[in-house]
């Protein structure tokens, strides 16, 4: 078990470009959350997966976010056009899916759009 | 979703127990006690849950309220470690996890 893995760490990017990050659950959970967080605050709510299929997405994913868990291993959260107000952190979690199971995140990705 | 309410901000000193309280007045009967921590520049580690009763493992103690509209996150022992926000947060299970604002606790040498 070699705990949840998240690329890159950080990424500096300009407003408008497109970005991509990476999450690496742990082998065999079948739940991947994303969330995001920004400074002082709790991380919040974006999106989930059960296996391949993604099964709720928060108000707070616009139509500039989309989220892919193809073949029910790893996924990417990709954020076109990118805002300042974009910038934060973003965090993935698994879990196996059983009940009262919990979630282990991984150490998040930066995001810092200028 | 339920809510939780927690300290901004507590102290302890190094070596001593800390308790961090956590009140959900407005619990339900199904919702599970959670408490995950956050050290800085990390994501959040689980740390204890419970139901209805208190609940022991390596890391903490969590004790419910009989009428379970509060809790206590306990450390025995405080280290420099465990400096990190506390989020206290109502849970089904097999949902997304609803995260205040947290405690943050800071140990003092």
């Known amino acids: 078990d070699t705990g949840v893995s998240q690329n890159p760490r950080h990424k500096i990017t300009k407003r408008g470009q497109n970005v991509t990050f990476r999450c690496d659950p742990i082998s065999e959970h079948n739940r991947l959350y994303w969330y995001r967080q920004t400074l002082g605050q709790g991380p919040e709510f974006l999106t989930y997966?059960?296996?391949?299929?993604?099964?709720?997405k928060s108000r707070l994913l616009s139509d500039r976010f989309s989220a892919e868990r193809p073949k029910g291993s790893f996924s990417t959260l990709e954020i076109q056009r990118t805002e300042q107000g974009d910038s934060a952190m973003y965090l993935c979690?698994?879990?196996?899916?059983?009940?009262?199971?919990?979630?282990?995140f991984g150490p998040g990705t930066r995001l810092t759009v200028l | 979703d339920a809510k939780t309410t927690q300290p901004n901000s507590m102290e302890s000193n190094e070596e001593e127990p800390v308790h961090l309280p956590c009140n959900h007045s407005?619990?339900?009967?199904?919702?599970?006690i959670h408490w995950y921590r956050q050290l800085p520049s990390q994501g959040p580690e689980y740390v204890i849950h419970?139901?209805?009763s208190n609940v022991n493992n390596r890391m903490a103690s969590l004790a419910i309220a009989e009428d379970r509209k509060s809790s206590t996150l306990i450390l025995h022992r405080a280290t420099l470690r465990d400096a990190a926000v506390y989020y206290c947060i109502l849970y089904f299970g097999n949902e997304k996890l609803t995260f205040g604002t947290g405690t943050r606790l800071t140990i003092i040498p």
């Open positions: 997966f059960q296996n391949e299929a993604q099964l709720e």
């Open positions: 407005t619990i339900s009967g199904t919702d599970y």
């Open positions: 419970g139901l209805t």
């Open positions: 979690a698994s879990s196996s899916g059983l009940a009262w199971d919990t979630q282990y």
